[in-house]
């Protein structure tokens, strides 16, 4: 009898434990938030571009001002995937606590049958205007967070519309992105980038292995074979920045960046590092390209953010309603390597902003 007593015991304490989690995150408080994205480059109906943001405000039990869960498919302004449109009309919530410019690069013809070769092809869609950028900072005020992320700088956003968002946000592109790549001789490279190499080399693009690619403005191409490159792009928090966001922890970036230089008023909170050779670091510092550079950017008196990568770019569907233990980040970055960056930093990273914009005011629904 006390057999069977035990074993009940224990089957509802393993019960219990199983579906903690679940239950917990149904207890927590909802967060009221008017939250506007804008989004430009959505070619498929995957929504990757801005899937981790509406990820987060899933978990975090954001609400709109309606009481409402945020839709990926929809809460968005930029290009419809369904209707084959994008919008043209930007307008802000009033008022609003966060805006989120997720990427601007567009959509190209070749993108709306997969572009699998990753040709370049004409736009039919994308681009920040200088309407969009001045309904942006009109609505932006010292209560309210500004994020903007890589790719809303470079082509094909206007120059004159970049240098009006570099001097706002305090920041200035140096014509540089780059990425690090897996393996130089798979379909992750893009055919306008070999190509380029190939024509500006007068070489065949025989590489193989892990590399890095430095492209700028005028389609110039560096790349860094696998004998000169050591490691994955590192990034790293600054000391100061720790306090700030305290579950988010380094981590290796994988995907796309831009290379950005700040002004005084700006606080770089985390940077990239790169595990080059001798030889190769001296062949970017002649063009321009520094080893260690910045990765997050932040104005905090004016509440602004620059995100010099692709930090809401998430591929797979990840369920977001439970309360996750602090150590999860490190097992889904083990089984998800892919998205590793997504779950130690850019999540964390994103809950803090939340919960800080939500401490302004009255927050919870």
Do not use: C
Not at 26 to 37: G, P, R, T, W, Y
């Amino acid at each position: 009898m006390i057999k069977r007593i035990l074993g009940v015991i224990f089957i509802l304490l393993f019960f219990i434990l199983l579906f903690y989690p679940f239950l917990s995150w149904q207890f927590d408080s909802k967060k009221a938030l008017s939250v506007a994205v804008m989004d430009k480059t959505v070619p498929q109906n995957d929504y990757r571009e801005h899937k981790g943001l509406y990820w987060v405000l899933d978990h975090k039990k954001v609400r709109d001002p309606s009481g409402e869960s945020y839709q990926l498919e929809s809460d968005y302004y930029g290009y419809d995937p369904e209707e084959y449109q994008g919008d043209e009309s930007f307008e802000i919530p009033d008022p609003v606590d966060l805006i989120y410019v997720a990427d601007t690069y567009g959509v190209y013809d070749k993108d709306l049958q997969g572009n699998p070769l990753g040709e370049r092809s004409e736009l039919l869609y994308g681009g920040l205007t200088i309407y969009e950028w001045n309904q942006i900072m009109m609505n932006k005020t010292d209560e309210n967070t500004l994020i903007v992320e890589f790719n809303s700088l470079a082509s094909p956003t206007n120059p004159s519309v970049r240098k009006l968002v570099e001097k706002n946000l305090g920041i200035t592109w140096t014509g540089w992105i780059g990425r690090y790549f897996k393996e130089l001789d798979d379909g992750e490279v893009p055919v306008w980038l070999r190509e380029n190499w190939e024509r500006q080399h007068d070489q065949e693009w025989k590489f193989k292995g892990r590399g890095l690619a430095f492209v700028n403005d005028r389609d110039y191409v560096i790349v860094l074979p696998s004998e000169d490159v050591h490691d994955k792009v590192q990034f790293k928090w600054e000391k100061e920045a720790r306090s700030l966001y305290p579950d988010a922890v380094d981590g290796e970036y994988g995907y796309w960046f831009d290379i950005i230089q700040p002004t005084e008023e700006v606080d770089v909170e985390a940077r990239y590092e790169l595990a080059i050779s001798p030889k190769a670091e001296e062949l970017l510092e002649d063009n321009g390209i520094p080893a260690s550079f910045p990765a997050i950017l932040h104005n905090k008196e004016r509440k602004t953010y620059y995100f010099a990568g692709d930090y809401a770019d998430v591929g797979e569907d990840y369920y977001a309603r439970w309360s996750m233990p602090s150590w999860y980040k490190h097992v889904n970055s083990f089984f998800n390597a892919d998205d590793a960056f997504f779950w130690k930093v850019y999540a964390p990273l994103m809950k803090s902003i939340i919960d800080a914009q939500s401490s302004v005011g009255e927050s919870d629904v």
